[in-house]
């Protein structure tokens, strides 16, 4: 009569190489899943870098305002001008203060925008790692679209704050008549006038 078969190792032997084809598959997924994260999101980083050189060309164009103004401030202040040249320094620093205001806001929105589309590409990668989650698909498009939005509003405030620019190029020429004359295309017209 043949041996009763062991069964209290049996199942053992059965088992092991089963729990041991499970881990693999789970670290397998694992690794699938990372792999699918940075596809996710590493061509859209680029987007985000964008984003963050627009910023520090934001806060350029900011800081050269801010010096100017602090300049032209201390210019008037010194007092000993004659009458145009007062009248324009006025003007001037009016138009310098305004620049300011419109590049800090321009500054701000472009840190906001920054910050919104990194929060896209987060929510990128959790589309993967969460798939078919509408919470995760609906913030994806509205931190994007907002971020995108955002540049965009920067942007046009920065058109603005150029156009400040080309006025004030004319009017350093106000109180010289001479050179006002001679260089033309508007020179000489107030430049507190078109703000």
Not at 109 to 131: E, H, N, T
Request: hydrophobic share 45%.
């Amino acid at each position: 009569m043949p041996p009763a078969p062991n069964r209290g190792h049996r199942p053992l032997r059965v088992g092991a190489p089963c729990r041991r084809s499970d881990d693999t598959h789970h670290h397998g997924s694992a690794m699938v899943q990372l792999s699918d994260v940075l596809k996710a999101i590493g061509p859209n980083a680029s987007i985000v870098f964008a984003a963050w050189i627009f910023m520090g060309f934001l806060q350029q164009r900011y800081d050269a305002a801010l010096n100017r103004y602090q300049q032209a401030v201390g210019d008037y202040r010194s007092k000993g001008h004659e009458a145009g040249r007062a009248d324009n320094l006025k003007a001037q620093v009016l138009a310098y203060r305004h620049r300011c205001r419109l590049m800090s806001r321009a500054s701000l929105l472009g840190l906001v925008a920054a910050i919104l589309l990194i929060g896209s590409l987060i929510f990128g990668a959790l589309d993967v790692i969460v798939p078919r989650s509408a919470a995760v698909t609906v913030c994806g498009i509205v931190t994007a679209i907002g971020g995108f939005v955002t540049v965009i509003v920067a942007a046009t405030i920065v058109i603005a704050e150029g156009r400040i620019v080309v006025r004030q190029i004319d009017d350093e020429l106000r109180d010289v008549p001479n050179l006002a004359d001679k260089a033309g295309g508007g020179a000489g017209k107030d430049v507190g006038n078109g703000i």
